[in-house]
């Protein structure tokens, strides 16, 4: 009984390892007729002018990716990885902020993420003024209230302590 259960689990084994070896072989094999099968962007949330690199499975030939937030860019495969092509993009100065897509072509095949990236808004720097994403003439409001109330609070502080030293 012993020798039978030794032999099966041995059997077992051996065909997991067989199967275990052949899987990568065949995806190996058939890595010209892949499909893009992911698309990530890093980082995910880029400010406008930044850099992106973009890197996607399934694609060992290259393609032109694209974008609403950066002009066409070429994907070119990554040595040694089996199957995955990584591109850079410079994002547009002009993209607006939020979710953008971005679409590959590898080998006649397209794939869409359609929230690949988000693009910040913000201050353009420079010479004065701020996009609509900024302080709103309210913030601006509250803040300089705060900053008197703090200035009158401090006023009166010192000049109470000011006629404590007189008595």
């Known amino acids: 009984m012993r020798t039978t259960r030794a032999l099966a689990a041995t059997g077992a084994a051996v065909a997991v390892t067989v199967l275990g070896v052949a899987a990568p072989a065949a995806v190996a094999r058939d890595g010209m007729g892949a499909r893009p099968s992911n698309i990530a962007a890093l980082p995910s949330v880029i400010a406008r002018d930044g850099q992106l690199t973009v890197t996607v499975d399934g694609c060992p030939v290259g393609g032109p990716m694209t974008s609403d937030a950066f002009p066409g860019t070429r994907l ?3 040595p040694g990885t089996n199957g995955t092509s990584r591109g850079i993009a410079r994002v547009d ?4 902020p939020g979710s953008h897509r971005i679409t590959v072509n590898c080998s006649g095949r397209t794939l ?3 929230a690949a990236f988000s693009v910040i808004g913000g201050v353009h720097g420079g010479l004065g003024g701020s996009t609509s994403t900024g302080a709103t003439p309210a913030d601006i409001a ?4 705060l900053v008197a109330a703090a200035v009158i609070g401090g006023g009166v502080f010192w000049m109470r302590r000011r006629a404590e030293r007189r008595i």
């Open 142 to 145: 509250i803040g300089g209230g």
């Open 112 to 114: 869409t993420n359609p």
């Open 76 to 78: 070119t495969p990554i």
């Open 93 to 96: 100065r002009n993209a607006r």
